[in-house]
């Protein structure tokens, strides 16, 4: 490990290839990101407009199922009230109703006892959708009719309305909810009758709306009481103010809660059934309810996080691809960096002669490896000067160390010459000196033939000592002429 992690550090093509791709590497995470956080931006308005989208089809798609019973509704409302007394008639009319609307489940006409002044004493007459028919009941619901919603409160206000939603017993307990329209005879309420729908076949019509697969929608009156929801028992007894106190305890479903019953419309994030959730409300006409559409971040953001995942595994993808090219591309590139540097390291050892071959290439790299082949091949040149001319310098020092033997050998004999020459001197020397000495002292007493004799001793000896002299001269002479044509 140590030495790989050395070899790195000192291999400067790998050193590149990792800076290189570090550097591609942090551009494109930052491009990347940038264009992230816009494309979130982008996919998170696009869903919330799709969402609104939705939520506009939902109001319209809850618009047509409850028109489509009202005008229903108001067409046999007339019927019913020209047949008031009739309760053949009424009793018809309810099981008519259902045959020509397949969406309505139930139908009845109630008359208030006191008010009723037609035959027999039956003042409720109802038909409901049975299993495989249409069936014929003398009550409509868990109790006295004049003491459901439904009854009790258009008979007070005189208004057409839809009722809360309530449990019909006769199909098995499902959910419904009833169009009531007042009966009036001579400007008085004297009865209702009411046309139900099933709130299942309500919520499947609004989850038809959805506008992504795990998406679900409510509808909620006025009192926080769920008309459509996906979890069938909150049809029965859900309020919005049952869950704010045993499920949703914080303060952002509160708000929520609030704005909806208030009939605000907009859009909140909060957190449902343990998911982060976008939650668009808006009201439903003039009843006061709120139309919600509520969908999860992780399905509102589907398409960014898979378009994020693959980005990801396409950019540690192309960063391995793009170290292992880059690594490749140097590697080679930086050959010929490594052939001089192999070089480099021979001419410091000393190998000149082995020859940098030359570059192909015409780029810099192939400039550099061509300057050092003309640099080696200058080096070699220069050298072989150097050592041309140390031959002839240990040639001319031979030559000066054997004329300085010669010189030294002749300085020798010379002064062994001259030694004997001056030795060979003493003796005429003496005996002229010798000589004067007794001319000096007994000149009176000689005698001219006396005179003679050691005048020609005189000479003699002097022509010894010329002679001497003149080999002496001769020889410094010939010296000094050698020494001149030496130099």
Known sequence: MKENSSIIRQSLSTKMSFWLVAFVAVMLVTALFVMFVYARKAVKSEALAKSEAALDGMVQNIDNRLREVEIAARNFHWYVEHHQDDARALQGLTQRMLNENPSVVGCAVAIDPELWQGEGSQTLFCSYRAKDSIAVSDNFGDKPYIEQEWYTHPMTTGQTEWSNPTIEPLRGGYPIMG????????????????????????????????????????????????????????????NIYDQLQNDYTDEDSKKLAQAMLSGESGYMSVNIYGMDCYVFYRPYKNTGWSVN?????????????????????????????????????????????????????????????????????????????????????????????????????????????????????????????????????????NQIVSTVAVIRQNYEHLDQVDVNQLTSDMMDNTEKVTTLLDKIIEISVNRISEENDNT
């Open 293 to 429: 559409i509520v969908s999860p971040k992780d399905e509102v953001f589907a398409t960014y996080n898979r378009l994020l995942n693959f980005m990801l595994v396409i950019l540690v993808v192309s960063v391995l691809l793009l170290l292992i090219y880059c690594f490749h591309v140097i590697h080679i590139l930086f050959k010929p960096l490594r052939y001089l540097d192999h070089s480099v390291q021979r001419l410091a050892a000393g190998n000149f002669d082995e020859p940098i071959a030359d570059s192909l290439r015409h780029d810099e790299i192939g400039g550099l490896q061509r300057s050092f082949r003309a640099m080696q091949n200058s080096l070699v040149n220069y050298i072989a000067k150097i050592r041309q001319r140390t031959a002839m310098l240990s040639e001319q020092t031979e030559a000066l160390n054997h004329a300085r033997k010669k010189a030294h050998e002749a300085d020798c004999l010379e002064t062994a010459f001259i030694h004997n020459m001056t030795d060979q001197m003493v003796v005429p020397v």
């Open 179 to 238: 169009y009531s329209i007042p009966i009036k005879k001579d400007g008085r309420v004297i009865g209702i009758f009411v046309s139900a729908i099933s709130l299942e076949w309500l919520s499947r019509a609004v989850e038809a709306t959805r506008p992504f697969p795990s998406t679900f929608c409510a509808l909620m009156n006025k009192n926080g009481d769920f008309i459509v929801h996906p979890d069938s028992t909150s049809l029965y007894s859900g």
